[in-house]
């Protein structure tokens, strides 16, 4: 809706079956709110920014050196627990 184009040809886009023009990828880049070379990059450069901006919390520049002795099932469950601190921070007493 917000590139002003029919569903569909988001959709053919999406499965590779069209391919963009390049007013398409800047009302697409517009809409996602990023822009065409982080569109066309994967999002390579909002993640690298992403990671900076975790690394700058004191708790999780902790974590870090630990994550490399982790199980996979450890890392899901400390991801889980972030992830819910995150969306529903604890109140201090």
């Known amino acids: 809706m917000r590139m002003q184009v029919p569903r569909t040809y988001v959709s053919k886009i999406e499965n590779e079956k069209a391919t963009p023009t390049l007013s398409s990828l800047e009302r697409l880049a517009r809409a996602l709110e990023v822009t065409v ?4 990059s ?20 902790q974590l ?14 400390i991801l889980g627990q972030v992830r819910d601190l995150t969306l529903r921070p604890r109140r201090h007493a």
């Open 37 to 40: 070379p982080d569109l066309l």
């Open 64 to 77: 870090v050196p630990f994550l490399s002795s982790l199980d996979a099932m450890q890392k899901a469950s």
């Open 42 to 61: 994967g999002g390579d450069r909002a993640r690298q920014e992403e990671i900076r901006e975790l690394m700058r919390d004191e708790f999780v520049a």
